[in-house]
Nanobody, 116 residues
Framework: VQLVESGGGLVQPGGSLRLSCVAS????????MSWYRQTPGKERELVAH????????NYADSVKGRFTISRENAKNTVYLEMNSLKPEDTAVYYC??????????WGQGTQVTVSS
């Protein structure tokens, strides 16, 4: 299993970014996917989750209405569209999948910095 995130960077408050996570090594379309984020000294927190079949989504309260998770199964890719970014969104963002045996796999992360 391999997960590769991209799309992070430096953005001003109120700006937007789109993160991508390309997956390989498993049947992407049959697994739910998640985005997490982590800041120094804090635990990794769930940001958004999308199911496999129905594509149902759920979000952390802190990002509801601003972030959108989506997936493109033909490209083995999950996205996180982030709008109205705030300084408190600054973090390393990771994608995650849990396989059928309950093992979690993480990407290497992509840094998002929101600052003027």
């Amino acid at each position: 299993v391999q997960l590769v995130e991209s799309g992070g960077g430096l953005v001003q408050p109120g700006g937007s970014l789109r993160l991508s996570c390309v997956a390989s090594g498993f049947t992407f379309s049959t697994f739910a996917m998640s985005w997490y984020r982590q800041t120094p000294g804090k635990e990794r927190e769930l940001v958004a989750h999308i199911t496999s079949v129905s594509g149902s989504t759920n979000y952390a309260d802190s990002v509801k209405g601003r972030f959108t998770i989506s997936r493109e199964n033909a490209k083995n890719t999950v996205y996180l569209e982030m709008n109205s970014l705030k300084p408190e969104d600054t973090a390393v963002y990771y994608c995650k999948v849990i396989n059928m045996f309950g093992n979690a796999y993480w990407g290497q992360g992509t840094q998002v910095t929101v600052s003027s």
